[in-house]
């Protein structure tokens, strides 16, 4: 149950001084200080976790009466804990705008610094009344962008607002006729193309920093079957261009097989609807892999997959058309989605022999909570526009993910890469996407009102079985009898219709052996949430990078490898004036290794395996065994060595489509003049 009872007392653990000096430079807020009447900086993780959990759990008050207080104090605490304990952590616009604008006002401040212990409801409904525009929580938003100049216009207006409020925002062009088709309106004009109207945006991106602390990140997407799709593909090959964009090719099931069969593939018109031209499949895919493997984009979005595993695909209204910057969070357009990262170090324990093991029981209510808190996040969050707000309270997205996966290997004595780790990775996508499922199932009657309002769709997705298509109290009275073997039955058959999610299938074919003993009565519950449809959140797992709050809990980014023992990075100044340098040292080196690498610049000690040590088969390995279970996306990059070969690329998306991934990003050593991190070889 959610009710988990109060954690224990969080010690802070100790911090690195690139955290801290992170923290302070860009997390700490600037708040109301009563001893000198003016403004200071917050001075601890702990203020910081402080204002972080308080304004999350202000949305709890939504739900909740006089009588309920003690339940929302324990509810914060825990949080709390998770927070200074380094379990888990929002992503970054969340603890940057927490509190925005409220911590400058003494009486607001007071509330939002005060001891748990001495807040009544009032005080936190009072906090959530007062919350500003600029309590911008969320990192993921998709927009449209329509085929009319106004529509166009439109698009990047409101791509800048959400910039401004520090989220990072994807939209796909390919509505947007092609170079040189008609424009109406008998001015006899000619249309300059998505490519060009990509630029407007990045021209965007450049005055806006968003939420005055980050660069704009940006996500061009465009159809395999639009006219303009060379053109789209090359529209980065040269330094500089369209810096504010990741791009990436909605790359269609019937891309992949027309390239495998080496067949003719036919490009549309967005103007007329007819076939503009045929290209040959295989030499568009192989010019999309070319591309990539000149200089990492554009990435592949596998648009058909998202499609086929979005929970709502029979509502009409919320197909995927494109994902967030980084690929992690596919979205309907005009929605929006936060995240936040469970630290798998932090569940690696010594049992009673000594020997460490991972805490996967403690992973499980970790997530669960988790799922809870991030869809807090949805009503405690202020919207950059009303569309994306109601249509976001809609479906309520949440995407939780994951990092420290290879420091928590090299930790309990496994080597990334390696069979028993891939099991390892297996059984985490398994228990976190079973504890996710529970978790919204739970919240729902947990809220007691204003349950997953898209719901119909959801239990739609399970007509057409014979047992449930007799209706309701068919159904119902099929679960009451269900045994283990006709629940596995079910969910074959379920398969083979072909209609359900896929990682929901995977979800529930393995989660008999995730509840262990006691399933059945657990089965049950989940079954008829699942047939009538009462689930809070539309998703819930996608894989962040976790590029700056992996380094606040000095761990390794996602689900990637370790890059290096040693390196340095160029980071942004907190004025946004210029760049500093700094350096890093790998957290779990010890003195003996850290000697070790000063002398050769390599570690003896087998786990201490970098990116580029770890072969493409395993990295697709790793990236496809999360993919059976993460209902999002996930941000993982193919590193391959820079004597890799065009086809080596296309081998990597071609396994990775295969294993039910949604995207993937490659990268070859040395493909770009500006590597983000540079690897220290020597001391
Ligand atoms: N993001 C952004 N600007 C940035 C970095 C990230 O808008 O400078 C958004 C983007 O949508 C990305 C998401 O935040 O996909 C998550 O990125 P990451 O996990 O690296 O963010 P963190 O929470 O660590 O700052």
């Known amino acids: 149950s959610l009710d988990m009872g109060l954690l224990e007392n969080p010690l802070v653990p100790r911090q690195s001084e690139n955290a801290r000096w992170l923290l302070e430079q860009r997390y700490y807020a600037d708040r109301y200080d009563p001893e000198t009447g003016g403004l200071r900086k917050e001075r601890s993780f702990e203020e910081f976790a402080r204002r972080v959990s308080r304004i999350v759990c202000t949305a709890e008050s939504l739900y909740r009466g006089a009588d309920d207080i003690e339940w929302i104090r324990r509810l914060e605490k825990n949080l709390f804990a998770d927070l200074v304990e380094g379990r888990f952590i929002f992503n970054s616009p969340c603890l940057f705008a927490s509190g925005a604008g409220m911590t400058r006002v003494p009486e607001l401040a007071e509330l939002i610094y005060r001891s748990p212990d001495e807040m009544e409801l009032a005080d936190y409904r009072r906090l959530y009344d007062n919350k500003t525009d600029n309590q911008q929580l969320f990192a993921c938003f998709v927009i449209d962008i329509p085929d009319s100049i106004e529509g166009i216009f439109e698009s990047v207006r409101d791509a800048a607002v959400i910039s401004k409020y520090g989220g990072g925002v994807g939209g796909n062009f390919g509505h947007l006729r092609e170079r040189g088709a008609d424009i109406k309106g008998g001015t006899g004009g000619k249309a300059s193309g998505p490519v060009s109207f990509m630029e407007t945006w990045n021209t965007m991106g450049c005055v806006v920093v968003q939420g005055g602390r980050r660069r704009a990140a940006l996500m061009g997407m465009l159809p395999d079957d639009h006219p303009d799709i060379e053109q789209f593909m090359d529209a980065k090959t040269e330094e500089g261009k369209l810096s504010y964009f990741n791009i990436s090719v909605c790359v269609s099931d019937e891309l992949v097989s027309a390239a495998r069969e080496k067949r003719s593939f ?102 669960y909570r ?89 239990a739609k997705l399970f007509e057409g079985e014979h047992r449930v298509h007799g209706g309701e109290l068919f159904a119902r009275q099929w679960i009451k009898e269900m045994d283990l073997n006709s629940y596995r039955e079910f969910v074959a058959q379920m398969r083979s219709h072909g209609q359900v999610p896929y990682t929901l299938l995977n979800t529930l074919e393995v989660l008999p052996e995730v509840l262990g003993a006691d399933a059945l009565p657990e089965l049950k519950r989940l079954m008829t949430a699942l047939l009538e449809g009462q689930l809070r959140n539309s998703r819930r797992l996608s894989i962040a990078p976790t590029g700056s709050i992996s380094m606040i809990f000095d761990s390794s980014a996602g689900i990637e490898p370790n890059f290096a023992w040693r390196w340095s990075r160029k980071v942004m100044k907190s004025d946004g004036d210029g760049w500093e340098v700094r ?99 020597e001391g």
């Open 370 to 458: 988790s799922i809870y808190y991030l869809d807090l996040v949805i009503d405690a969050t202020s919207y950059p526009l009303p569309r994306i707000g109601e249509r976001t309270k809609r479906i309520r997205p949440v995407g939780l993910g994951l990092m420290g996966l290879a420091d928590a290997a090299i930790l309990s004595g496994d080597v990334y890469g390696s069979d028993s780790f891939k099991s390892f990775c297996d059984s985490l996508g398994a228990h976190m996407s079973g504890a996710a499922l529970m978790a919204t199932v739970d919240a729902v009657a947990h809220m007691g009102k204003d349950p997953f309002s898209e719901s119909f769709a959801v």
């Open 266 to 367: 036919a490009l549309r018109s967005r103007a007329n609807g007819k076939v503009a031209r045929t290209v040959q499949g295989d030499e568009l895919w192989n010019k999309l892999c070319q591309n990539a493997w000149r200089r990492g984009d554009p990435g592949v979005f596998f648009i058909d997959r998202a499609n086929a595993d979005n929970l709502l695909k029979l509502s009409g209204d919320f197909d995927i058309e494109s994902t967030n910057p980084c690929g992690e969070q596919p979205l309907p357009t005009y929605t929006s989605c936060n995240l936040g990262s469970v630290n798998l170090v932090k569940f690696v324990r010594p049992d009673e022999t000594g020997r460490r093991s991972f805490d996967m029981e403690g992973f499980m209510d970790q997530v």
């Open 583 to 681: 350096e890093y040292f790998h957290p779990l080196i010890t003195q003996k290794e850290a000697d070790e690498l000063r002398g050769s610049g390599v570690i003896s000690d087998p786990r201490y395996v970098t990116a580029y040590d770890i072969s493409p088969e395993q990295h697709v390995d790793v990236t496809g065994i999360f993919a059976r279970y993460v209902d999002s996306g996930i941000s993982k990059t193919v590193n391959l060595p820079s004597s890799a070969t065009v086809d080596d690329v296309r081998n990597v998306y071609e396994t990775c489509y295969d294993m039910g991934c949604k995207g993937i990003t490659i990268y070859r050593d040395g493909s770009r003049d500006n590597q983000p991190i540079e690897t220290k070889k």
